[in-house]
């Protein structure tokens, strides 16, 4: 079992990207300890901030999940704390979840990824 202990830790400085939308390095997500990352996205001409997330919060899973290139772009708000979670821990979660778990993630994960698609090109139009 991963505990929160075992990841490694790492610091973002504030205005420091962790990943770029469209992206298609899906090595890690993180948890944040402390501080907020922003999730923006450019949509046409248009810097968009989708939301801010702080402690607790996970950033940059759904690419891991579905292994699909980045869908936001995330930046540190202010300087920021995550844990580190690779890809391959996340496999192996889920390869060791049992149906019903591993449903419960990937669905909710494939339609997240189409809304966002769909918002995307409605701010686009």
Do not use: H, W
Not at 8 to 17: N, S
Not at 61 to 89: F, G
Not at 97 to 115: E, G, I, Q, S
């Amino acid at each position: 079992m991963l505990k929160t202990e075992d990841l490694v830790t790492i610091g973002f400085d504030e205005g420091k990207t962790l990943f770029e939308k469209g992206d298609s390095s899906n090595d890690c997500a993180y948890i944040i300890k402390s501080g907020s990352i922003a999730i923006r996205s450019k949509v046409g001409s248009e810097d968009v901030l989708i939301d801010t997330l702080g402690r607790g919060d996970f950033v940059g899973e759904v690419a891991l999940i579905d292994n699909e290139p980045r869908s936001a772009t995330a930046v540190a708000a202010q300087d920021t704390t995550c844990s580190v979670i690779t890809k391959q821990e996340i496999d192996r979660a889920l390869d060791d979840a049992d149906l019903l778990a591993y449903a419960l993630v990937r669905t909710p994960t494939k339609r997240l990824r189409k809304t966002t698609e769909r918002a995307d090109a409605y701010f686009i139009d």
